[in-house]
T-cell receptor, first 116, second 113 residues
């Protein structure tokens, strides 16, 4: 069992709609990273949250946004959904100490988003 | 450009056999290298993580090697089981910026009875 829980597990949305995906981090972790994984591809880094602030972002447009809550859980919001947004969205929690690096990446099982 | 390349792309072996998966990277500066196992539709599960000074690390039937000079790593699976069927992904972290993980495309392993 990974300790990182994502919800929902599957989701079908219509193009143009908005979606919110949720992630609870593993106990003791304070950082959450979100990834988009298209079929047959490796995960692409979307962004990372540390201390409730965005702390790094990949090459994704502003319609991809997120939140981190005081309990370190996180949300990924995607507005104006496009067909190409169909993918597995993975959340990974880790621990970051001060200005140091992250370690202990633990992934959730992902949310499978289908945009039709 | 920092890249991680894995081979073979796919592999089919019989249950009980051994296999070795390869990972070559050009990431610099290098921090660490991780091997993940990912079942279809599930999140990746960490198998091993190695830093620059580590040459070999084992996790049960999984043994990873790292040659930081040639920038190559391998994952050896011993006495394969049907449950080993999955994608195996090599991930390399840049030094000083561990939030950036560079992922290989993975090797798809099928273990047949």
């Amino acid at each position: 069992e990974t300790g990182v829980t994502q919800s929902p597990t599957h989701l079908i949305k219509t193009r143009g709609q908005q979606v919110t995906l949720r992630c609870s981090s593993q106990s003791g972790h304070n950082t959450v990273s979100w990834y988009q994984q298209a079929l047959g591809q490796g995960p692409q880094f979307i962004f990372q949250y540390y201390r409730e602030e965005e702390n790094g972002r990949g090459n994704f447009p502003p319609r991809f946004s997120g939140l981190q809550f005081p309990n370190y859980s996180s949300e990924l919001n995607v507005n104006a959904l496009e067909l190409d947004d169909s993918a597995l969205y993975l959340c990974a929690s880790s621990f970051r100490q001060g200005g140091g690096s992250n370690y202990g990446y633990t992934f959730g099982s992902g949310t499978r988003l289908t945009v039709v | 450009k920092n890249q991680v390349e894995q081979s073979p792309q796919s592999l089919i072996i019989l249950e009980g056999k051994n296999c070795t998966l390869q990972c070559n990277y050009t990431v610099s500066p290098f921090s660490n290298l991780r091997w993940y196992k990912q079942d279809t539709g599930r999140g990746p599960v960490s198998l091993t993580i190695m830093t620059f000074s580590e040459n070999t690390k084992s996790n049960g039937r999984y043994t990873a090697t790292l040659d930081a000079d040639t920038k190559q790593s391998s994952l050896h699976i011993t006495a394969s089981q049907l449950s080993d069927s999955a994608s195996y992904i090599c991930v390399v972290s840049e030094a000083g910026n561990n939030r950036k993980l560079i992922w290989g495309l993975g090797t798809s392993l099928a273990v047949n009875p």
